[in-house]
């Protein structure tokens, strides 16, 4: 519609008309093809209001020739038949005894195009067709999209009504029709897209997708369509920790992540929902009102202690319903297995081992395929063993009853493995094939060669397999027994001396 103020421009040459008649119209108007405009319109005409009252009979003709044997598109003489093509779409809406000639187009086609002329007849005295002053129509390609409303936001598991309306159309000629599309509709149920009105129930995985409302008159090939993003809120459904990368599978809400000691621990928490879930981690579970030790989904601890080991929660905070997962995390420490270590006092052999691990380490010794338990002192062998922190250490006395080819063992273990290492008791003389001879003794006599091999322990270190987590290792000890006539000598001997 023009605006009011323009229009008396647009009326052009209606000083031409005869005295008396005036009519205000548009000169021209462009309507969309299949929409509605309504054109305003008012009239006045010479009449005495002595004369006796006939009727007053208006007419509106398209590309007039006659306005006697053409049809009008458009009257309120109900003896006049209209043109069929019109018949419907083209209504006089406006209070004609008000002199209001508005003249309604509905479901507008292209051959409606034309130029348009307004016909009064009142009685004999009045027949008059303004001719100065003709309505041009013109009709234009459907551009115009359609409207789709509903009330925001969409809730997952909310049932919304949505709606899908045509501006500019309205319920006069061929009927509107609807169809809806999307991947949140359901394809079992074409009916309930098939009308203006939807009723959907949002799922979480419907957030994103496209709808679109697509509108056509019954029986035109011309349509127009929407389509809208949805836009779901939703709470977070699962919660998914990443661990460098990796989705962890968190099987039971409470599953344990195992991490070396030292070891950088990076986490990724997720929990997929829109608007995007307040994500926080806590040491212990979340009391309400706990402080976070992450205000983000992300936990970066950069070196895993034993003091780190516990339960830590991962919050998403959402106002459509909140979820928490906990994790459990446990630290283990490779094993590290020290000594044995031997030496000779007091006709004794003395031996001590320490290992190291987490959890829970525990030390044993074994003399040949037989193990010595705990702190014991049953006559030959006396074992004393305590733990602390990560370390257990044990010391062995052992008394008598060494033979060549006995072999000292200490196994250390924990839940996630063990380790052990032995030492190989060796007749001194044997020994000379295989020990390691320092090079500047080389030219020595045989007799001073001899005699420092026997008051010396060699040890020879054979390497074991590559230190794994929880592979046993193994360390062979070769250890000089000295003759019975070198005890003496061989307890001088301080025991710092036999380690490396
Ligand atoms: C003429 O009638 C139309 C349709 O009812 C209305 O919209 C318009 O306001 C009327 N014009 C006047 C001047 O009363
Ligand atoms: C959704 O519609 C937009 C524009 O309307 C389009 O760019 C996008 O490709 C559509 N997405 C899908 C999945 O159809
Ligand atoms: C989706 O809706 C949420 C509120 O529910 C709003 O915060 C967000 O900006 C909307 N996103 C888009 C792309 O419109
Ligand atoms: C987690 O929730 C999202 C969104 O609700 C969903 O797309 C995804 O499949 C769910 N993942 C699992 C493992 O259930
Ligand atoms: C994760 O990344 C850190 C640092 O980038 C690394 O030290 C650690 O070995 C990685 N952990 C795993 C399980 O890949
Ligand atoms: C984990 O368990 C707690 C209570 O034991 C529960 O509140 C929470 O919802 C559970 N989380 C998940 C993701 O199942
Ligand atoms: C965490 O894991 C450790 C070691 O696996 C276990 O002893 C402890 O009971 C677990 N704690 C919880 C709360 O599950
Ligand atoms: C056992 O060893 C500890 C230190 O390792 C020592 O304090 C304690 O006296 C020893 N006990 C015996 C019976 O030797
Ligand atoms: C062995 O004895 C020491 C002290 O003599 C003690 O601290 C330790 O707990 C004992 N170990 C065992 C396994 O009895
Ligand atoms: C055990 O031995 C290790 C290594 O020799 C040492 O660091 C630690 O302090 C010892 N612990 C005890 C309780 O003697």
Redesign the pocket.
């Known amino acids: 519609m023009l605006p009011l103020l323009l229009l008396p421009l647009l009326w052009g040459g209606s000083l031409q008309e005869e005295p008396g008649y005036e009519l205000q119209v548009q000169k021209s108007v462009t309507v969309q093809e299949g929409l509605c405009v309504l054109v305003p319109c008012s009239f006045s005409y010479p009449w005495n209001a002595w004369y006796s009252p006939p009727p007053l009979y208006i007419y509106w003709f398209v590309n007039e020739k006659s306005p006697y044997y053409d049809e009008p598109v458009a009257t309120n003489n109900p003896g006049r038949k209209v043109k069929s093509e019109t018949q419907g779409r083209f209504r006089l809406l406006g209070d004609v005894r008000n002199k209001n000639c508005s003249l309604s187009i509905g479901d507008a086609r292209m051959g409606d195009a034309g130029s348009y002329s307004f016909r009064v007849e009142r009685g004999r005295d009045v027949k008059h067709t303004y001719v100065r002053n003709k309505l041009n129509l013109e009709v234009t390609a459907l551009t115009e999209k359609p409207d789709v409303h509903f009330l925001e936001p969409l809730e997952s598991g909310r049932l919304t009504r949505l709606s899908c309306s045509l501006p500019g159309s309205c319920e006069v000629g061929r009927p509107l029709t609807f169809s809806w599309t999307g991947d949140a509709l359901s394809p079992l149920d074409p009916e309930t897209t098939r009308s203006s009105e939807l009723t959907l129930t949002p799922r979480?995985?419907d957030h994103g997708t496209n709808l679109t409302c697509q509108v056509k008159r019954r029986g035109a090939q011309v349509t127009t369509e929407r389509t809208i993003q949805l836009n779901v809120s939703?709470a977070?459904?699962?919660i998914?920790i990443f661990r460098n990368g990796t989705a962890l599978e968190i099987l039971q809400n409470t599953s344990t992540l195992l991490v070396l000691e030292g070891q950088a621990l990076w986490l990724l928490c997720e929990a997929?929902s829109n608007p995007p879930a307040h994500l926080s981690w806590f040491q212990a579970s979340s009391a309400p009102n706990a402080t976070p030790i992450s205000d983000t989904g992300i936990l970066a601890l950069p070196r895993v202690e034993f003091a780190k080991e516990g339960v830590f929660t991962c919050r998403a905070q959402h106002p459509l319903g909140s979820l928490h997962i906990f994790l459990n995390l446990s630290v283990y420490s490779l094993p590290q297995l020290l000594g044995p270590s031997c030496s000779w006092e007091a006709e004794s052999l003395h031996c001590s081992c320490s290992f190291r691990a987490w959890p829970a380490p525990s030390l044993y010794w074994w003399l040949g395929e037989k193990p010595l338990e705990g702190n014991s002192s049953q006559g030959s062998f006396k074992v004393n063993s305590s733990s602390a922190g990560l370390w257990t250490n044990s010391s062995l006395i052992l008394h008598g009853g060494l033979t060549s080819g006995l072999k000292v063992s200490c196994k250390g273990w924990n839940t996630y493995g063990s380790q052990s290492s032995s030492v190989l008791l060796l007749q001194g003389r044997l020994n000379l094939r295989t020990g390691v001879v320092p090079a500047a003794l080389g030219g020595a006599g045989v007799m001073a060669l001899l005699c420092i091999c026997l008051c010396l322990i060699f040890f020879l270190m054979i390497p074991g397999r590559s230190p794994g987590q929880t592979a046993p290792e193994t360390k062979h000890l070769l250890l000089g027994i000295p003759l019975p006539w070198e005890n003496n000598r061989s307890s001088i001997m301080p025991p710092s001396a036999f380690l490396r």
Do not use: A
Request: avoid cysteine; glycine fraction near 0%; aromatic fraction near 12%.
């Open positions: 979480p995985e939703y977070p459904q699962n998914t997929p």
